[in-house]
């Protein structure tokens, strides 16, 4: 690895290097000091207040709770394009993906309120997504204390393949790949003690990273408290634009006129930060 500049990649060894490409998924904990997280708790609430047309309510009306869903906000908040340009995520997005580079893929807000029934299920990010290659990682930041029982849960190695059927969270529909196309999920959940699940309770500041591959889930929300999240996505120096002929999570509607498919993903969309 490179010598880091940025004082917070300082905190990516080698080690935790070694244990995200074997697991697919790390945390490293207190990554980002108070001042980071109340910068980014701002900016979520300001999110909340003025949602994007990409917002989504992911959970059902008769849910007790609500989850809260919005892509792609950092051109117009300024919270999150400091945190992104900032804070030096960048650098440790790309020494985690052994990257000479890293581009900010997209973001993402993540808002279980109390009670909240819906689980995210069990799913690989990358098929939603049109890019393709191996070097890429997303970080998962609460802004409030999250239980183990209430955090993200991976399956340790299934970054490496294959890709799977990505379905619709509620109703379970093929909106992506043709149905027979992919390799269908296992179900995890009827046989956790067969699979080398991960997961964590977390603090606020601390951060857990994870291929797009890596298969991962998670629970309603228990208790009274909240769990804000947010979620970035980053893109390493194989990674290339994979243009679909359906609408994919999140949408960029116009792309693939501007960028053949197979190319990097250079372009004012994706700044590269490293």
């Known amino acids: 690895m490179t010598q880091p500049s940025s004082p917070i990649a300082t905190r990516v060894t080698a080690e935790i290097v070694e244990a995200f490409a074997r697991d697919g998924a790390v945390v490293i904990r207190g990554l980002f000091n108070a001042d980071w997280i109340a910068e980014l708790t701002a900016g979520i609430e300001d999110n909340l207040a003025h949602p994007s047309p990409r917002a989504k309510v992911a959970s059902r009306p008769d849910d007790p709770g609500w989850f809260f869903e919005d892509f792609s906000n950092w051109q117009h908040n300024p ?10 995520v960048g650098e440790v997005a790309a020494r985690l993906m052994d990257s000479r580079e890293a581009r900010l893929y997209h973001d993402h807000l993540l808002v279980k309120e109390p009670g909240t029934r819906q689980r995210t299920p069990w799913h690989q990010d990358q098929p939603y997504y049109n890019v393709e290659g191996h070097q890429n990682v997303s970080m998962w930041l609460p802004v409030d204390p999250v239980s183990r029982a209430d955090s993200l849960e991976f399956v340790a190695g299934s970054h490496r ?5 990505p379905r619709t969270f509620m109703d379970h529909q093929a909106k992506w790949f043709p149905e027979g196309s992919l390799e269908e999920l296992p179900d995890i959940e009827a046989r956790r003690d067969a699979y080398p699940i991960l997961g964590w309770a977390l603090e606020p500041g601390d951060a857990v990273f994870f291929n797009m591959l890596t298969l991962h889930a998670a629970a309603g929300v228990s208790g009274t408290h909240r769990r804000r999240a947010f979620s970035l ?15 994919t999570s999140p949408p960029f509607p116009g792309l693939d006129q501007e960028l053949p498919a197979g190319v990097p993903m250079d372009h004012p969309l994706f700044p590269r930060l490293v």
Request: hydrophobic share 45%.
């Open 233 to 247: 996505r980053f893109l390493g120096d194989d990674m290339v634009h994979a243009p679909r002929s359906w609408t």
């Open 79 to 88: 919270a999150y394009r400091r945190f992104i340009f900032d804070s030096g």
């Open 161 to 165: 393949g294959p890709w799977l059927m």
